[in-house]
């Protein structure tokens, strides 16, 4: 599934902090002569409102999920080119989807073992790893917000739907499990949100 089907749909979010600052007086007793500086300090509100947290789109994290996506995509294309060429194959994307799809594509034995290793359950390719990703850009996009999980949630579902598109049939159950590993982890952060405020009321 394309990362970039999630930020095809998503925007950064960014709400306002507020800080307090306080002064501070500090004494020395060294000589008669007393000294006073100040200095920003964080005080516990009163109140039961808790300060509103800042989500700030983190773009160092996406451009490199992006950048890695892009080079291990350009990797499998070239792959694929190169075991299609070798057979006197034409290459382009409705080709090459569609022999992919059947089978047609043949593939030498060390090909074969290298790419059952990346679509291990602990592969590159694998449920794992991807699900992982797919997550961390989310998170990032949203700049950590849970309250964008739904958000989130959909645009995984709407890339799902776009990949499909483009696949031209229905997916490798692999792709099927990848999602909802995806959106099982994007619901327990947006949980994870809804704890902490339980646990925060409580105390």
Do not use: H
């Amino acid at each position: 599934m394309s990362l970039s089907a999630v930020n095809a749909t998503t925007s950064s979010y960014e709400s306002s902090n507020v800080k307090k600052a306080s002064k501070v007086s500090d004494n020395k007793t060294n000589s008669s002569e007393s000294k006073d500086t100040e200095a920003a300090v964080y005080e516990k509100s009163s109140s039961n409102t808790s300060k509103p947290s800042v989500y700030t789109k983190d773009d160092v994290t996406i451009n490199k999920l992006k950048a890695d996506a892009e080079k291990r995509t350009q990797q499998l294309r070239d792959l694929v080119e190169k075991l299609m060429l070798k057979q006197g194959q034409t290459f382009d994307d409705a080709n090459m989807y569609q022999l992919l799809r059947e089978g047609k594509v043949p593939v030498d034995e060390e090909t074969a073992k290298k790419a059952s290793e990346e679509i291990s359950e602990d592969g590159y390719y694998g449920v794992t790893q991807t699900s992982d990703r797919l997550v961390s850009f989310a998170m990032a996009l949203s700049g950590g917000d849970p309250d964008k999980a739904d958000l989130m949630i959909e645009s995984v579902k709407k890339g799902f739907e776009q990949a499909t598109k483009a696949w031209g049939g229905e997916l490798p159950g692999i792709c099927k499990d990848t999602m909802d590993a995806t959106i099982k982890k994007l619901e327990d952060w947006k949980n994870s949100k809804n704890q902490e405020s339980d646990t925060t009321q409580n105390n």
